[in-house]
DNA sequence: AAGTTGACTTAAA
DNA sequence: ATTTAAGCCAACT
């Protein structure tokens, strides 16, 4: 059914980035490397990005950025999403992840 | 089946 | 700041 030999089944793995983008608070951000490591496949951000692209729009999906806050190729809106929010960007278009980057803590 | 792509990451130059 | 390079691995040609 599933030709990944360490993803166990790829509707729980979207089902488990779905539930960790929903917990991103409002006005705080992630980046696809730190879900992955909460979905416990720690080399599968680009996976993440994957599901992300064909997650319903219900997700917070904007909230996601990559590990030096770059928004998603092709989306300008996200920048403004987030500044609504209160995310602030750097001169170089870049969210300022040292301040916005949402740590879960367990 | 083999090669390419990508909403990635880290490091180095 | 930018570019290059390598590692990564499922999805897609």
């Known amino acids: 059914m599933l030709r990944c030999p360490d993803?166990?089944?790829l509707s729980?793995?979207?089902n488990a980035v779905y539930s960790v983008v929903q917990?991103?608070?409002k006005g705080r951000v992630m980046s696809y490397g730190q879900i992955a490591e909460l979905v416990d496949a720690p080399s599968h951000?680009?996976?993440v990005?994957?599901?992300l692209?064909?997650?319903p729009a219900?997700?917070?999906c904007h909230r996601?950025?990559?590990s030096v806050g770059r928004t998603v190729p092709g989306w300008p809106e996200q920048r403004s999403l987030l500044e609504k929010e209160g995310v602030e960007f750097k001169a170089n278009g870049h969210v300022d992840m040292k301040k916005y980057r949402w740590l879960p803590d367990f």
Do not use: K, T
Request: aromatic share 8%.
């Open 23 to 25: 917990a991103i608070p």
């Open 49 to 51: 990005g994957h599901v």
């Open 45 to 47: 951000a680009r996976l």
């Open 53 to 55: 692209s064909g997650a």
């Open 12 to 14: 729980v793995f979207r």
């Open 64 to 66: 996601v950025v990559n």
């Open 58 to 60: 219900i997700y917070p």
């Open 7 to 9: 993803i166990p089944s």
